[in-house]
């Protein structure tokens, strides 16, 4: 029996635009496991999902998230870029995201962006919102700046977390647990199944980004990866039950 979880990244993200609510209501309603979103603070601390540091690829508005207050940034649409069905989609904050997920029984991996100067702003916003909403025990909290996953498990170190590697890095399982995180999220396909296996062996959880093809979910899958991120978790929701059959 395949276990691998499967995570919506940024939502059904290949349907739906990506981070908002419709595409992580449409990854509950297909059955996925999890959602992958991405966190940041508005210019007044709020934390918003939202990918990039600018809202001009995923949003009618321009300049930096950062620059701007939560206020400012739910007035605009961050669906209609994608198409006008969605026009009525704003930019969720992280606290609407886990008042959602309070009764679905999914996990949610949150990745934190934005920059490293405010690492601090990071930890004292989002943590909180994680205990006042009981999800601690369905988070997993993910990111590039390992500093801030390192910051954040002193202060909640029953947090599940995992650093982002976009390299093929030496002794993988070495650095995780220095680190002392239990996920190593890799970038596709930087990873052999020997390294797999090792990492595997020394009981961290991999979960390789952003998985698409029929043919790689599958081969991740039978690698007995703990999860996979995938922007299309129809068709991996398909393989996983055919490599099941
Ligand atoms: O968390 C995995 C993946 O989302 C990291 O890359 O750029 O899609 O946020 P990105
Ligand atoms: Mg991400």
């Not at 979103?37 to 321009?62: C, E, M, W, Y």
């Not at 669906?79 to 992280?94: N, Q, R, Y």
């Not at 990071?122 to 025990?137: D, F, Q, R, S």
Request: proline share 4%; glycine share 6%.
């Amino acid at each position: 029996m395949n276990k691998t979880a499967i995570f919506a990244h940024r939502g059904a993200s290949l349907h739906y635009p990506e981070n908002t609510m419709v595409a992580f209501e449409a990854a509950y309603k297909l059955g996925a496991d999890g959602i992958e979103f991405d966190v940041q603070l508005s210019k007044d601390l709020v934390p918003v999902v939202i990918h990039d540091a600018t809202l001009n690829r995923t949003t009618n508005g321009s300049g930096y998230v950062g620059a701007h207050t939560v206020e400012q940034l739910k007035s605009l649409s961050a669906g209609s870029w994608f198409d006008s069905a969605f026009t009525e989609e704003t930019i969720p904050t992280l606290e609407e995201v886990l008042i959602w997920a309070s009764d679905k029984e999914m996990t949610l991996n949150i990745e934190l962006k934005g920059a490293i100067t405010q690492r601090d702003h990071v930890v004292k916003t989002i943590l909180p919102l994680l205990h006042e909403y009981e999800l601690t025990k369905r988070v997993i909290l993910s990111s590039f700046d390992h500093n801030v996953i390192q910051q954040a498990l002193k202060v909640a170190p029953e947090l599940e977390s995992a650093v982002i590697v976009t390299a093929a890095l030496y002794k993988p399982e070495r650095y995780v647990k220095e680190v002392g995180v239990s996920g190593y999220h890799f970038m596709s396909p930087l990873l052999l199944e020997e390294e797999a296996k090792a990492l595997i062996h020394a009981g961290i959880k991999i979960r390789p980004y952003t998985v698409n093809s029929e043919g790689l979910l599958k081969m991740y899958m039978e690698w007995e990866c703990a999860g996979i991120f995938t922007d299309n978790p129809k068709l991996a929701l398909q393989v996983r039950e055919q490599l099941n059959d």
